[in-house]
């Protein structure tokens, strides 16, 4: 009996230190300044990439789908919040290579930054940098083949910026 009352004491001051630490599910938070619908802008392109701010715009209004399809409006008019941004940077960059001239894998690092206005340009939340990465391999002798490597890293990277960024925003802190 005594070990029971133990183990129960036990498992109630776990669940008060949780909860009192400030412990949540990422994305669980609301949105700043009472915002319950925003709508999302194309995002603006300021990397050499071409046609990225579609996938990165799609990829952002998707996580906000996923996790709060609700707080999505189709006109800018209904709108608590105007959600814009500019993917700012793409960059490549060596990471492994077979020879000093030869790379064997690659990282495209992309940075996103994001800004929530009220309906009458207010600003209401800034992102900051979002700042994700993805590596991915390099065909040696195949141009085309890294291309599509190139891509499809490109695209796991608008869905790891978009999760980042619907996180930050619905953070509490």
């Given at each position: 009996?005594?070990?029971?009352?133990?183990?129960?004491?036990?498992i109630?001051?776990?669940?008060?230190?949780i909860?009192?630490?400030g412990?949540?599910f990422?994305?669980?938070?609301?949105?700043?300044?009472?915002?319950?619908?925003?709508?999302?802008?194309?995002?603006?392109?300021?990397?050499?990439?071409?046609?990225?701010?579609?996938?990165f715009?799609?990829?952002l209004?998707?996580?906000?789908?996923?996790?709060?399809?609700?707080?999505l409006?189709?006109?800018?008019?209904?709108?608590?919040?105007?959600?814009?941004?500019?993917?700012?940077?793409?960059?490549?960059?060596n990471?492994?290579?077979?020879?000093?001239?030869?790379?064997?894998?690659?990282?495209?690092t992309?940075?996103?930054t994001?800004?929530?206005?009220?309906?009458d340009?207010?600003?209401?939340?800034?992102?900051?940098?979002?700042?994700e990465?993805?590596?991915y391999?390099v065909?040696?002798?195949?141009?085309?083949?890294?291309?599509?490597?190139?891509?499809?890293?490109?695209v796991?990277?608008?869905?790891?910026?978009?999760e980042?960024?619907?996180?930050?925003?619905?953070e509490?802190f």
């Amino acid at each position: 009996m005594k070990r029971r009352t133990l183990v129960l004491f036990a498992i109630v001051m776990s669940l008060i230190c949780i909860s009192g630490c400030g412990y949540h599910f990422s994305g669980s938070g609301s949105y700043p300044a009472g915002v319950k619908l925003i709508f999302v802008t194309l995002l603006e392109n300021r990397t050499a990439e071409t046609g990225v701010e579609s996938t990165f715009t799609n990829d952002l209004i998707y996580e906000f789908t996923r996790n709060r399809k609700e707080s999505l409006t189709r006109k800018r008019s209904s709108a608590d919040g105007i959600l814009s941004g500019t993917i700012a940077r793409l960059a490549v960059a060596n990471i492994t290579r077979t020879s000093i001239s030869t790379a064997k894998e690659r990282r495209v690092t992309g940075t996103l930054t994001l800004r929530l206005e009220s309906p009458d340009g207010r600003l209401l939340w800034n992102s900051g940098d979002i700042v994700e990465s993805e590596a991915y391999a390099v065909v040696a002798g195949d141009k085309l083949a890294t291309d599509r490597n190139k891509s499809k890293a490109i695209v796991t990277l608008s869905q790891k910026l978009a999760e980042s960024a619907f996180n930050r925003l619905t953070e509490d802190f």
